[in-house]
């Protein structure tokens, strides 16, 4: 549990000529165990952004603090999830999340208790021996959210991690994300392109706008918990997706005449 802040955030890539700003002072706060999701038309800088929260790049100005702290690189209060799968091919599941916890500084012990823990926590526990190239899409990016919750951070960064499953899948991965933020009580940072999926999980949805990325709407989802998928008929459910949408499709190019 952590409060992020972002406060007057600016970065840009390139130089001289080439510079070009990407995210023009992001003001954004979350609070202790809050689910905010990023959404916006391509290229606006949601995973640029997420990248400056993780400390994977530097940024121009402003500042990103947890807990009031400055953070200073990627840091073990901040678990990062990808969308392309971060696993190391030639470490079975098991060591793959025992990798992570052992850079942490345990003792192998307590590496391999804490990742059999996680690893039952996603529904893995039988394939901890396995390969990661024998399992499905889905189960891989069980086995990266084990591993990013295994070392127990505050925050959790997720850059559309179910964008490479298909529906039914992507769905189930929902429903353990949600079963796992409530049960550990995490702050959840999320980037989808997906927002059914953001409306779906969210206590807030914040919309960037493009060139440069800027916070252009932030949308606070007033639907009960525990979620199932019966909310996705529900009219309040409908009318904020349509909202939300309205929104970020302003942004979108027009595509040509034909
Ligand atoms: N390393 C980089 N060097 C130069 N430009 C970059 C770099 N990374 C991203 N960009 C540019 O910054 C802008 C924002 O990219 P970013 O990937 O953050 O957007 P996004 O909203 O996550 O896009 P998408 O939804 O398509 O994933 C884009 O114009 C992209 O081309």
Known sequence: ????????????????????QVLEQIDLTLGDNEFVSLVGASGCGKS?????????????GGDILVDGKPIDGPGLDRGVVFQSYTLLPWKSVRANVEFALLAAGNDSASARRIADEHLALVGLSQVANAWPNQLSGGMKQ??????????KPRILLMDEPFGALDAMTRHQMQLLLTRVWESHRLTVLFVTHDVEEAVYLSDRIVALG???GHVKAIFDVDLPRP???TIMESAAFTALKRHVLDTIREDMPALPAF
């Not at 069980?142 to 070392?151: E, G, T």
């Open 227 to 229: 979620r199932d998928e």
């Open 142 to 151: 069980r086995v990266a959210i084990a591993r990013a919750l295994s070392y």
């Open 1 to 20: 549990m952590a409060e992020l802040t972002i406060a007057g955030v600016d970065k840009s890539y390139g130089h001289g000529e080439q510079r070009k």
């Open 210 to 212: 493009a060139n440069p």
């Open 48 to 60: 640029t952004l997420l990248t400056l929260v993780a400390g994977l790049q530097t940024f121009d």
